[in-house]
């Protein structure tokens, strides 16, 4: 029995079967290993997140070996904000008027997978990673496609992970004399029955 980390932001493949998605220690070092039976697996660590990892959703290409224990920390949860910004092409987002509190006020985090909405331009509509925070702007690591808009529009963004069922099954056993679940967080079936 080990404990498993997801450490996956926006990668090409965020598959629970792909062991870089994984790590055996919490800050997000150690081995790469995809759960085994009898492993515990852990969402959202505070440790994992302080490191700027494991903010991506994580999707299921078949059933899981049965694990001992899942657990979701609250910061695995969705984190919104509707305000008017103007967007820089290099990748910035920048509340305007400046806002009187700080986006980490909000919760928003390094490393954080956000889906942005809402802008004029089709490029700046997209899926990022956040690659640094200002006191009153988000800057993503990826401005391919992106335009500048000056003009302060009314953009919606969100950090909404979840792990996704994809129509495959969560296998857990019941461990003795422990709890088998603990959730703050989100668990969908997007593909399949029984959503």
């Known amino acids: 029995m080990a404990d498993r980390y997801w ?9 629970w079967t792909t062991a870089t998605n994984w790590a055996d220690n919490a800050d997000g070092t150690g081995a790469n290993t995809v759960p085994v039976a009898n492993d515990n697996v ?25 694990l001992a224990k899942f657990t979701s920390y609250e910061g695995y949860n ?23 509190f700080s986006l980490t006020q909000l919760g928003f985090r390094v490393g954080m997978v956000i889906t942005v909405t809402g802008a004029a331009n089709a490029g700046n509509n997209s899926t990022f ?10 800057t993503v690591t990826s401005a391919t496609g992106m335009v500048t808009e000056g003009t302060p529009v009314a953009l919606t963004i969100t950090y909404d992970p ?21 959730m703050d967080s ?10």
């Open 7 to 15: 450490i996956a932001n926006l990668e090409a493949n965020q598959l």
């Open 42 to 66: 852990h969402f959202g660590h505070a440790t994992t997140l302080a490191a700027g990892k494991g903010f991506g959703v994580c999707e299921l290409a078949g059933a899981t070996a049965t």
């Open 78 to 100: 969705k984190v919104i904000t509707t305000n008017n910004f103007t967007i820089n092409a290099s990748g910035k987002f920048i509340p305007n008027p400046a806002t009187g």
């Open 129 to 138: 990673e956040i690659s640094s925070l200002g006191s009153n702007e988000i």
């Open 162 to 182: 979840s792990l996704d069922l994809k129509g495959h099954a969560l296998n857990m056993t019941s461990p003795a004399g422990g709890t088998l679940m603990t």
């Open 186 to 195: 989100k668990i969908k079936n997007t593909t399949g029955t029984g959503g």
